[in-house]
């Protein structure tokens, strides 16, 4: 992570989840000098909240710690963390970024032991786990963090419980006096992968998300299975702390919807297929999924991973759009609609609801600097119009790991084009 | 050659494109993709004479049954709540479309002819168009003895402390029996709608004939 200078032969690279990491590695690696910036304290996104991806089921942590080693290694990559992109400025080839870094009060000293965390008493909500928990105003952002140093929460600066950090730190790493800068970066070219963001399921009013406790959204259903997460691992549902072992998935919650979302967001059924793995792991002799869906869309080449589920005779596949939800006396919440296979009517009581949530782009609704054209659905569209602004990622369209990593190593081609074509006018 | 017969010959064995042609809003039978949020959302909860479901009767329609979805009770049962067209989540007009194949159904003559909803419209519209005024205490008498006389007075004693109520309370006039009253101009009226059916009939002949 050296520091270089950032020239009109640099990328600059916005939002740091597999995406952004996958352009800013392909891009540096060809030698190419990069900025990366991310406005959350640490790098992964979305990715390094998951507990699983499928389809083999293995942990974020290792896919995530290959780009992190790849990381480490190049100096050509800078990156700018808790930074948020404010404008843009310029034309291909020739572009002005405005970055706003936001204060982190923890420098380059930090060895992560912890001292800091241990000290304070303030508790804040945890966004990692979808604040599903809370953790100590100076945090960890996770385990693997990348860069691996704390933070202290803006909440607790001016309190005694930040002098407390201050005094706990053995290697002078706090500094409360640091403040938010604004920095200009030039580039060449942008990668713009900021991600996308669960569609607010409160908006999806017959579901009662945040009316019934135990109604929450696939995102958080990987905080709850995972051993990092608030139950520590342990499916409890949140009303009671009961442990959940009748779950029902509902899909296209959001997603495929007029009224909501136009786009199918590709991934909430494999999601919730993989879910479904998650309860049996946990609850091998009597966990039971429901799985209430239009048509599962298992993309691509995942049909077999489908099979696989609707073989196991723990869940069952009810072909219905949930209809509404309403809780029962004991807090379970029940699902009532048509099972179109039949038209048969049914109201199913379940320990926990969990709503496949669709991909809302993130880029939707924001302004972002430059003119930037979008599809229907917000995401950004493949057009010249955009210049040298390369969507990449969910930012580009509703798409799983996989998929997101080929997009972004195509954006990274796309910029480092651009730069090429730059640095041979100025030879 | 009776309307029906000569429709059913004209679309043969396409019913689907028969709903869209004929039928109004018909065209977006096709858009539907049987998620059965309709259905769900139906306050009627389907009781027995809810025989098949909005989601279910588009399913038909592309079926081709025909004889089925025509002579069905099914879309006479809708209150026209409008659950069902907030909730699509491909924004189908199910409401109007389910009044749109109960009107082609009843316009062929196949629609159950004793099904209360559609024995009460029919009676409504003669009633109010008859005077230009609705005449209730006509209205109700004829839905109570629409099933004959015996079942008529039994319907009519059932109500019967609901008809002292609304006498006593002036909101039920029995003179009403002899005529009632009227609009003013009586001759306007049915000059009105004598040209508002040769227009219907013309728009409809010709879409028909199509």
Known sequence: MTEHVATNETILVVGGGISGMTAALEAAETGKNVVLVEKNPALGGRTSQLYRYFPKLCHPTCGLEINLRRLKNNPRVRVLTLAEVSGIEGGTGDYTATIKIKPRYVNENCTACGDCGRAVETMVDDPFNYNLGQHKAAYLPNAMAYPQRYVLDPAIIGTPDADKAKAACKYGAIDLDMKEETIQVKAGAVVWATGWKPYDAAKIQPYGYGRFKNVITSVEFERLADIHGPTGGKILRPSDGKEAKNIAFIQCAGSRDENHLRHCSRICCMASLKQTHYVREKYPEDGKSTIYYIDIRAIDRFEDFYQKVQADPSVTFIKSKVAKITEDEQGNPVCWGVNTEGYKRYTTPHDLVVLAVGMEPSVKGINIPGHIVADSSGFIEADPANGAVFGAGCASNALDVNRAVQSATAAALRAIQVVNKVAKAEA | ?210
């Open chain 2, 1 to 210: 050659m009776s309307a029906n017969t000569a429709l059913a010959e004209k679309y043969r064995n396409n019913f689907l494109k028969e709903i869209e042609e004929q039928v109004e809003m018909g065209d977006w039978v096709k858009m539907c993709m049987q998620c059965g949020v309709c259905s769900g959302s139906c306050p009627t909860n389907f009781q027995s004479a809810w025989e098949h479901p909005p989601q279910e009767l588009f399913m038909m329609i592309r079926a081709g049954k025909r004889e089925e979805v025509l002579t069905t009770t099914s879309m006479w049962n809708c209150t026209s709540c409008y659950n069902c067209i907030v909730r699509c989540p491909r924004k189908l007009p199910i409401t109007h479309i389910m009044h749109g194949i109960a009107e082609y159904a009843h316009r062929l003559g196949k629609a159950p002819k004793m099904q209360p909803t559609r024995f009460f419209s029919g009676l409504f519209w003669k009633n109010c168009t008859h005077t230009g005024r609705v005449n209730e205490l006509k209205l109700s008498m004829g839905l109570y003895f629409k099933d004959g006389f015996g079942a008529g007075i039994k319907e009519g004693m059932k109500m019967k402390d609901v008809a002292i109520g609304l006498l006593k309370a002036k909101r039920l006039n029995p003179f009403e029996l002899l005529g009632g009253h009227k609009c003013k101009d009586q001759k306007g009226i049915q000059a009105m709608l004598k040209k508002a059916y040769e227009i219907e009939r013309s728009r409809k002949a010709a879409k028909m004939a199509g």
